[in-house]
Nanobody, 123 residues
Framework: QVQLVESGGRLVQAGDSLRLSCAASGRTFSGYTMGWFRQTPEKEREFVAAISWSGGTPYYADSVKGRFTISRDNAKNLVYLQMNSLKPEDTAVYYC????????????????WGQGTQVTVSS
């Protein structure tokens, strides 16, 4: 079992950059695929990015490709989401999650979730 806590969300302006962090606890952390999702009141929770336990196969939603970068530091039990060129449509609560499924991109494929951190992008 993995416990996750996100941090770093805040109010920023369009075009700004922001880095979110996810701190994990549990002995199986390094063996999990880690993902980032986001959710607004009008939309379902949507996939943003994921990275394998080895850190070598990150993948992204089309809406953030080229702007966001996911990374992890297994030794420190940390996962990051670097967000550049932020847009108002990126406004959402961002969640990190852990999965034992190969190449997971759907929310139901993740077994552990953080509490979320709010990112607001003003125009």
């Amino acid at each position: 079992q993995v416990q996750l806590v996100e941090s770093g969300g805040r109010l920023v302006q369009a075009g700004d950059s922001l880095r979110l962090s996810c701190a994990a606890s549990g002995r199986t952390f390094s063996g999990y695929t880690m993902g980032w999702f986001r959710q607004t009141p009008e939309k379902e929770r949507e996939f943003v990015a994921a990275i394998s336990w080895s850190g070598g196969t990150p993948y992204y939603a089309d809406s953030v490709k080229g702007r966001f970068t996911i990374s992890r530091d297994n030794a420190k039990n940390l996962v990051y989401l670097q967000m550049n060129s932020l847009k108002p449509e990126d406004t959402a609560v961002y969640y990190c999650a852990a999965s034992w499924v190969s190449s997971p991109s759907a929310a139901y494929e993740y077994n552990s979730w953080g509490q979320g951190t709010q990112v607001t992008v003003s125009s």
